[in-house]
């Protein structure tokens, strides 16, 4: 049976395509120099909500200790790449967290509903990459990959259990919402990306810029 067959997962309707996992293994390097800033990107976020929400409590303590491990993660990366003797270099985004993004609402309450399903799922995507690089890719990649892969996990369900109040006291119903973001989700994750990044599509031509 192939992985997108026994795929299951409560957010993520596709499994990360073969080409992109192909093409992280050729590509060690801008792999973890994106992945690094995936992870200060990951802490931004958190201390960017801890803002924008500053008068609830529950969401600026989850998102705290969220932002402190995110660059517990960046340190980790950041050591990697110094050992591996990779040389840093400045990386452009790729297109998934902003696309992702144009989707959120303007307003609020259901600005704050979908900021959080989209960070759900922008952490399960890290998740399941992680997961789907580890038997791929040698050692020592594996190892901070299988190590992180639980981490990310638990940090979708945060964000999953924050949309899931922001909702009820916003009485918006979450999962169609999550559906829209799934389909996008998956539209990303699926169709052929110029650029390779850690959350990019199945490179199409130019997959090294
Ligand atoms: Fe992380
Ligand atoms: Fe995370």
């Known amino acids: 049976m192939s992985r997108a067959e026994v795929f299951a997962h409560p957010l993520l309707r596709i499994p ?6 192909a093409a992280a293994v050729a590509l060690p390097d801008v792999l973890l120099i994106d992945h690094a800033n995936c992870e200060k990107k990951a802490a931004s976020t958190a201390l960017a ?7 609830d409590l529950e969401l600026t303590g989850k998102m705290s200790r969220l932002a402190r491990e995110e660059l517990r993660h960046y340190e980790q990366v950041a050591k ?12 452009a985004p790729g297109r998934y967290a902003e696309r992702m993004r144009r989707l959120v ?26 997961a789907a690089l580890a038997p791929a890719i040698g050692a020592p990649l594996r190892d901070l990959f299988q190590g992180l892969h639980h981490a990310e996990a638990r940090h979708y369900k945060v964000y999953l259990d924050l949309a899931g109040r922001a909702a009820k006291r916003a009485r918006v119903a979450l999962q169609p919402r999550v559906e829209e973001f799934a389909a996008l989700e998956a539209e990303l ?21």
């Open 16 to 21: 990360t395509p073969a080409d992109w996992i």
């Open 49 to 55: 909500l801890m803002f924008a929400y500053a008068e």
């Open 80 to 91: 990697l790449i110094r050992s591996l003797g990779v040389t840093p270099r400045r990386l």
């Open 105 to 130: 609402a303007k307003t609020e309450p259901r600005r704050e509903v979908d900021l959080m399903i989209c960070g759900a799922f922008i952490e399960a995507r890290s998740c399941e990459r992680f």
């Open 189 to 209: 994750i699926t169709s052929s990306d110029p650029v390779f990044r850690f959350h990019s599509g199945p490179p199409g031509q130019c997959s090294g810029c």
